[in-house]
């Protein structure tokens, strides 16, 4: 075969000439042609770039689209909400972000940031000579400027996409400051899956700001944009790592960091912050967000959830602490499990801070994904009966306005009070009746009867009044719908109005309304703090409630109220046991606690003290850790006085009174507190026990009786208390001032119904196969041995007590009682239907 001939060959004359040196105006052309070659597309490039508008979000009024971080309030993330487009994103605008990240981000990107006009036409020319060189792309030549407009404008990874790129780059450089760029930069550009800017992504994998980053670990992140999914740590650290030290091997051959800063920013292993679980306190966060709580600041300031929806609130800061939230989060857990074999399935629990109203811990639930026991609910906010949560408040007020103090004497009989669908009788937990009682142990052993009582002689009217102004605004219906019931709870209430009702109680009667945000854009406080309670008396029912002995009647010793320092507390359990209440107060901190169900199923026979009490136990014990507690402050003397009162009558006591103790009052009702009356001194036969008449001086002694008033004479004799006889011996002479010693009453001494009332309306359950009765009951002065009831005309014999179980009968009766030696008791009338 023959070789082929060189392109020369048979035309040596053209060839040689194209070898021979050119004109100087053929050189000039040629320049001129490469120039206009070299120079054409940049012209282009600029042309175009002159036409591309610069987009919106680079816009000095557009606002930043971020997502809210939540603070508890020592700072710690409690979770974040995202970015409208589902992204983590924090503004940090450039000088608050530190030197180390920029100089990391320069060395990873783009060196020459400072001096090319968006587009680096060297590092274009060395990715070109390495594609060519290694047949490969080797390096990539975009610059920040190019990396900002790919993520503010998206295009395909075409040549005639990446023009568009480098003409948006250079209109990007052309309207903002270098400065301007590197911060939008460093704000819009992915760290990560989901994190949007250097912020978001330096706090979700180092709990911490940008500026404090240590250079491995600002390296660490500058690497990131390159691959936010390939250099993903959690995924694993390797290939971050590596990524990493190449950026610091540029920052060192860039000048951008000393050999030693290189060398023990090498050395840091990639140490990721602990991953939370992004859901703290999310009862909380959903109330604050939807409303539901205003976070204690003025009517006129705008709400965190309406500055959120528009854009204000990057960051909101909370007032609880999340170490206290966490381990309540664990007791209310606890305490459902260790109840589900009682049907109780959902505990709440909320702590304020007394001094401010802070809200310190909020548990809505249990657990807010437990689907079975309703966990989305929230019992802080929900409404639910408070049972004897209430009775504070009612002797508070009755101390106000009707004179009480902690020594008054309340009836604990048998006790019904008239209702619109006919006659109400409160019965004690216990079953039983403890007659006369003082308010303190009414209150403390929290017996039912005296506390109705008490609403009774206040009225439903001036109760509720007092609730609303503590707050307990959910009780908005007449008088009326409650009636004296009101005492007992049987009303709906917000846990976390009742909690904050507690803590006006431990704030001596000042009211503060709720805070649950403690700073997020402008968030003014609430400055007003009205009186609502009396400051003395306030003081006087802390006492009661922080009274261990005084509540060992009904609760006995080491109940789940009695903790290693000073609480003052209280239970409650509504009606079929449905739900729990316990709510109580240091000097500092008040807890309540709710336990249930949220389907308002009842549980299985769990009260206050055995329910909610432990789980309030343990949280109280939590809270004294966060503020460690300390004796409620001494009674102020210009206000309080503790005197001595007889035990049974809470009187001043005298020479015939066998049992005394000293009471906290206010000095005003300690100086008008009269002698006592319930004891007295009668001098009997001491063959018979039966009142001395003429008797010789040898068969006489003088023993000391309790008296009672017509309510609750009935009581005595039925309980065997020391009542007086009224029967002279007939071993004597007759009583002086009496008839004969006939044994009856004081002539004239009136006889009356004392059960039922007048005008009371019963009605007939037809669902109840058992029989239906009623109580009727006499009042019947001393010395009457026989009476008898007259029923629609009909006589019924009693003795003592002057009870009758009558079974009911429909249609109107009228009833009266008669008794020997008495007149007639007045007629009264009822109805059953």
């Known amino acids: 075969m023959r070789a082929p001939s060189p392109p020369w060959a048979g035309r040596p004359g053209r060839w040689l000439a194209r070898l021979r040196p050119r004109s100087p105006r053929s050189l000039r052309r ?490 997020w854009a402008d968030a003014p406080r609430a400055s007003s703090t009205p009186r609502v309670l009396d400051a003395a008396r306030a003081r006087v029912i802390v006492d009661i409630l922080a009274d261990d002995k005084a509540r060992l009647a009904s609760f006995g010793e080491g109940s789940a109220l009695d903790l290693p320092f000073p609480v003052a507390a209280k239970t409650g359990t509504s009606k079929g046991f449905r739900d729990n209440i316990a709510v109580g107060f240091t000097p500092d901190v008040t807890v309540a606690v709710w336990v249930g169900n949220f389907d308002g199923s009842p549980m299985g026979g769990v009260s206050g003290i055995t329910g909610a009490g432990p789980l309030f136990r343990d949280a109280m014990l939590a809270a004294a850790r966060v503020r460690p507690p300390r004796p409620f402050d001494p009674p102020d003397p210009d206000q309080l006085a503790e005197v001595e009162v007889c035990s049974l009558s809470g009187m001043r006591p005298t020479a015939a009174c066998p049992h005394r103790r000293r009471e906290l009052l206010p000095r005003g009702d300690a100086a008008a507190i009269a002698p006592c009356d319930m004891h007295e001194a009668v001098r009997v036969d001491r063959r018979n026990g039966l009142r001395a008449g003429a008797c010789p001086d040898a068969a006489v002694e003088e023993r000391v009786f309790e008296r009672y008033d017509a309510e609750l004479t009935a009581w005595a004799r039925a309980a065997g208390r020391p009542v007086a006889p009224d029967e002279a011996s007939p071993l004597c002479g007759a009583l002086p001032g009496r008839d004969g010693g006939s044994g009856a009453g004081a002539p004239g001494a009136p006889v009356r119904v004392a059960y039922p009332p007048d005008g009371a309306r019963f009605v007939l359950d037809p669902s109840v196969n058992s029989l239906q009765a009623i109580r009727l009951r006499a009042d019947i002065p001393p010395g009457v041995r026989r009476a008898r009831f007259v029923l629609d005309g009909r006589p019924i014999d009693v003795g003592p007590p002057f009870a009758l179980d009558w079974p009911l009968a429909a249609g109107v009766h009228r009833l009266r009682v008669e008794a020997d030696g008495a007149p007639a008791g007045e007629e009264i009338s009822f109805s059953v239907e």
């Open 30 to 519: 040629a320049a001129r042609l490469a120039l206009a070659v070299a120079v054409a597309p940049w012209l282009l490039l600029a042309f175009i770039a002159a036409l591309t508008p610069l987009p919106p979000e680079l816009r000095a009024t557009e606002e930043h689209a971020v997502s809210t971080v939540l603070y508890d309030r020592h700072g710690t993330v409690l979770r974040e909400l995202r970015a409208g487009d589902g992204a983590r994103a924090r503004w940090l605008p450039l000088a608050e972000a530190g030197d180390r990240i920029q100089r990391a981000l320069l060395a990873a990107e783009d060196r020459r940031f400072a001096f090319h006009p968006g587009v680096d036409p060297v590092a274009i020319a060395r990715a070109l000579g390495q594609l060519a060189a290694e047949r490969r792309v080797v390096s990539g030549a975009s610059t920040i400027t190019q990396q900002l407009a790919r993520t503010l404008v998206p295009r395909p990874r075409t040549v005639r996409g990446k023009l568009g790129e480098m003409a948006l780059a250079l209109r990007i450089e052309a309207s903002l400051s270098k400065r301007e760029i590197l911060e939008q930069y460093l704000n819009r550009v992915a760290f990560g899956p989901g994190l949007r800017g250097v912020e978001a992504a330096s706090r979700f994998y180092f709990d911490k700001p940008t500026a404090d980053l240590s250079l491995a670990e600002a390296a660490a992140l500058a690497s990131m944009p390159r691959g936010p999914a390939l250099y993903d740590p959690r995924r694993g650290t390797g290939p971050l790592e590596r990524r990493r030290n190449r950026v610091l091997d540029r920052m060192l051959a860039a000048g951008l960091a000393g050999e030693a800063e290189v060398a023990r920013a090498r050395a840091e292993p990639i140490a990721l912050a602990p991953k939370g679980s992004g859901l703290g306190a999310p009862h909380l966060v959903r109330a604050v967000l939807g409303g539901a709580l205003d976070g204690g600041a003025d009517p006129g300031a705008e709400r965190p959830g309406a500055a959120l929806s528009r854009g204000r609130a990057s960051a909101i800061t909370l007032t609880i602490d999340r170490g206290l939230q966490r381990e309540i989060e664990v007791l209310a857990q606890q305490t459902v499990r260790g109840l589900s074999d009682r049907d109780v399935g959902a505990a709440a629990v909320v702590v304020l801070e007394n001094a401010t109203g802070e809200i310190l811990a909020y548990v809505g639930s249990h657990d807010i994904d437990d689907a079975a026991g309703l966990g989305h609910n929230d019992g802080v906010l929900a409404l639910r009966q408070p049972g004897s949560a209430l009775k504070p408040f009612v002797y508070e007020l009755a101390m106000e306005r009707l004179g009480f103090t902690a020594a008054t004497v309340l009836p604990d009989v048998e006790l019904s009070f008239p209702t619109p669908d006919g006659s109400y009788a409160p019965r004690n937990y216990d079953g039983r009746f403890h007659g006369p009682v003082r308010l303190r142990d009414a209150l403390a052993s929290s017996y039912n009867v005296p506390a109705v009582w008490t609403a009774a002689a206040l009225g439903p009217e001036r109760v509720l009044e007092r609730l609303r102004e503590l707050g307990l605004r959910s009780l908005d219906g007449a008088p009326s719908r409650y009636g004296v019931a009101i005492a007992l709870g049987d009303g709906e209430v917000r846990l976390l109005d009742l909690a904050n009702a507690y803590a006006t109680l431990a704030r001596g009667g000042l009211y503060l309304p709720v805070r649950a945000v403690r700073a």
